[in-house]
Each structure stands twice: as structure tokens, then as C-alpha cells.
């Protein structure tokens, strides 16, 4: 396989760079240490990013995006993640919502959503599955059981949906102007029936947004509660079939969205890159024991271990990508976000480690990527998570 990068693709990856250490990097533990967690955000190096294109790189070129494929995407996604990772993660969240916007949507909502997006360098996009009762439920559903998974309903008057419910930990929720909402639009069947997928602005009646979720990692990132009480979405704001909403809610089906599964992955590559650049400035110029740490045997063993899984998830993650791009049809999409769970969590402590082996103060910029490698736990490490990617690989196995 050919690892070499097109002039497009090393292009693209050298201005997220460039972006990274002249606008993330700087701005980066100054905003992690924003206690308020409504307070860490910052709209201008959202405005900034996006009039270089990061916020609206998956979008197809006919609409005017970079249409980039998933290679490039991987590329930038890493790079602005090695400056910082919830900052990266601000600008990846569009990719998936507007790509779901310019495939999955009639002309006549990318008229209205689509294209004001593409207008607009304060327009983020968020998707609400998650609600306090149902979580994994949502994406490993007991498929007979219709009290399982989300429950926020929908009903239908005249050319309305009713909503009512709450979803939480959705990101983007304070400050998406557009969020995708799964709703229940039968009750009585199981989750993976009777869903619909609705498209919400944020100034629809009856809809707000509660508290703000202070996490200990990704705290630019926001994720918030949102509420629907009577909230009136009109029927044209309904995406696709009503009650089939299944594959596209969870992005797994067969032949469908990758955008999760690279993105989480791209993203720890660029945290566990950060760790080895960390570790290894601390240990060419920390002296302990009469010599630099890096002349140290013990030392070297941790940066050899950083080093060689950063390496691993790299080609792993690339490899993925390029077989996206190429229509392979492989279940390592799931796997590879599984492994990207295990590196960003072992470089980050690893980094961590060695920054507490003098008696100095712990490095704020090194417990800052275990906080947000600790993130992987929830949304790619979990066990649901796990169990899924088991299933898809022995059900590819099995398909010969
Ligand atoms: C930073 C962040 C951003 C997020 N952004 C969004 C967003 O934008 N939109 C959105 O809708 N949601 C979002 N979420 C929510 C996320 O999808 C859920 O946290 C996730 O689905 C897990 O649900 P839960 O937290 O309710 O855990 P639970 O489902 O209660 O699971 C608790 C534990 O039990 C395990 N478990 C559960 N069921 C099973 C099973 N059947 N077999 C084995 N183990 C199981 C889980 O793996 C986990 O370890 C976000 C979460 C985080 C942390």
C-alpha cells in the first residue's frame, strides 16, 4: 500500500498545522482553565478556522465545501487535535452533520440549511440522540423491546411535529444554530423502528437549552442538556422516512457514515503525537540524577513505548481511511476507533508520568491530554462500544 500524501493532501495537512500552532496551540490551557464550562468556548478561533475551510472540508464541492476525502480529513482532523483536542473536535463535529445535510436531505432543506451553513462562519451544526434513561441503548438497542432507548416523542398535528422530552451531553447544544434531533414517532415498536430524524433551529418555539456539562476533559467542547416542551418542528423539517431513521442514527449500517469512527480516531492520533512532543521537550531539557531525563535507560523505554503506538494508530487510521475512500468494505472502522481509546489513554499517561518524575509541579498542558483522553472511555472505549465492533467483525467474518 502507497502511504505517500498527494500535494493536496500534504497541503491541506500543513495548513491545519500552521493553524494549530499560530492560533489552537496558544489558547489552548488558557481555555481549559475557564472554570465557568459555558465559558471556555471562544467564537474567534471558530471564525478564524472556518474562513480557512476546517469547519466545512467534508462538505461536496457543488455546494461549495472542499469535498475532501477521508485521507485529508484524517490529516486536518490530527493536526488541529495535536494543538488542541477539543478545539479540533469544535470544527470535525460540522463534518458529519453537514455531510448528513448534503446526502441525506431534500434540495429544498440544503436551501435552507445547507447553504446558510455554508454562508455563515458562526453557523455549528450538533446531533441530539442521547437522553438521561438511554444512552448505549441508542446504538446497541435489545431489538424486541419498544421501552428501550431514546424516548423523547414526537406527534404529529396537522403540519407540525410535537416534541417533547430532554436530551442531554449533546454537543454543540448552546451554540449549534441547527441541531438534528431523534425522536420517538412510535412508541410501540423498538427504537430501531420508530425513530425519526427532525431538523431543529435553535429558534424553534418551545425548544431551549438547560445546563451546560462541566467535563473534566474537552472543556472548550460544549455539551449541554437540551429541552422540548410542545416545541413545533414543521413536517418539511423531517429528514427522510418517518420511523427509519436506524442507519443513519448510528452511522454502522452497511456501506455507511465513516465520519464517526476516523474522526475519534484522527483526533487521538493528534493527542498521543502531543504527548510524545511533550515528553520528549521535557526530557532533552529536565535534569535529574546528574543528566538529562532522555539519557536516562528508564526514560527512553516510556518514549520508545509512546512512539511506537502513536506509529501503530497513525498507519492504522490511514489505513482506514484510504480503504473509505477506496469503497473497501472492511469491519476495521470500528476496531481502529477502539485501539485509538487505548493509545491516546497510554501516551497521555505515559507523558503525564514522565512529567512527575521530579519534584515539580505537574505540568498542567501534560494532565490536560489524559483529562481529555479520558473522554475516549465514554464515547469510543466503552464496553457498548467494544461489543459492536466485536459484532461487526465476526458478522464480516462470517459473510466470507
Ligand atoms: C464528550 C461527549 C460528547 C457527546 N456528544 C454527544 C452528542 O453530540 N450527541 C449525543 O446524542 N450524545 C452525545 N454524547 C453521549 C454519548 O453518546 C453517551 O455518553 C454514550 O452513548 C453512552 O451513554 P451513557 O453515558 O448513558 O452510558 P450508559 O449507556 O449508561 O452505559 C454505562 C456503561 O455500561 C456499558 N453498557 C451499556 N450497555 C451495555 C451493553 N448492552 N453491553 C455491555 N455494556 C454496556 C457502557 O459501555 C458504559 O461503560 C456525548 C458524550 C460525551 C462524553
Known sequence: MDFSLNDEQRAWQLKARKFADEHIRPISVERDRIVDPAGTFDWDVVRKGSRLG????????????????????????????????????????????S????????????????????????????????EPDAGSDNR?????????????????????????????????????????????????????QGTTMFLVPRDTPGFRVGKVFNKSGWRFYQNTELIFENARVPVTNTVGTVNRTDAKRTGQAP?????????????????ADAACDQALAYAMTRRQGGSTLIEQPAILIKLSRMYILAEALRSFVLRSAWEHDNKIRSPIGALVMNFSTDVIQETSELNLE???SGPCEVDYAADKLVNDGFIWSHISGDSASRLRAMQQLLAHKAAG
Not at 476525502?69 to 470535525?92: H, W
Not at 414526537?154 to 407540525?160: I, L, N, V
Not at 442531554?168 to 448552546?174: D, E, K, L, Q, T
Request: glycine share 10%.
Open 54 to 97: 476546517f469547519r466545512t472540508a467534508a462538505v461536496p464541492k457543488v455546494w461549495g465545501g472542499a469535498g475532501l476525502d477521508f485521507v485529508t480529513l484524517v490529516l486536518v482532523a490530527s493536526e488541529l487535535a495535536r494543538g488542541d483536542s477539543a478545539i479540533g473536535k469544535t470544527f470535525t463535529q460540522c463534518w458529519k452533520w
Open 140 to 192: 446497541l438497542p435489545p431489538e424486541s423491546d419498544p421501552k428501550a432507548g431514546l424516548k423523547l416523542r414526537a406527534e404529529r398535528q396537522g403540519d407540525h411535529w410535537v416534541l417533547n422530552g430532554t436530551k442531554v451531553f449533546i454537543a454543540h447544544g448552546n451554540v449549534a444554530k441547527l441541531i438534528i434531533v431523534d425522536a420517538r414517532t412510535d412508541p410501540t415498536v423498538s427504537v430501531k
Open 99 to 130: 455531510h448528513l445535510l448534503a446526502t441525506q436531505c431534500s434540495e429544498e432543506q440544503k436551501e435552507r440549511f445547507l447553504r446558510p451553513f455554508m454562508e455563515d462562519h458562526e453557523y455549528l451544526l450538533g446531533r441530539g440522540i442521547t
Open 255 to 271: 456501506g455507511g457514515d465513516p465520519f464517526s469512527d476516523l474522526e475519534y480516531t484522527a483526533n487521538a492520533l493528534g493527542v
Open 354 to 356: 514522565i512529567h512527575d
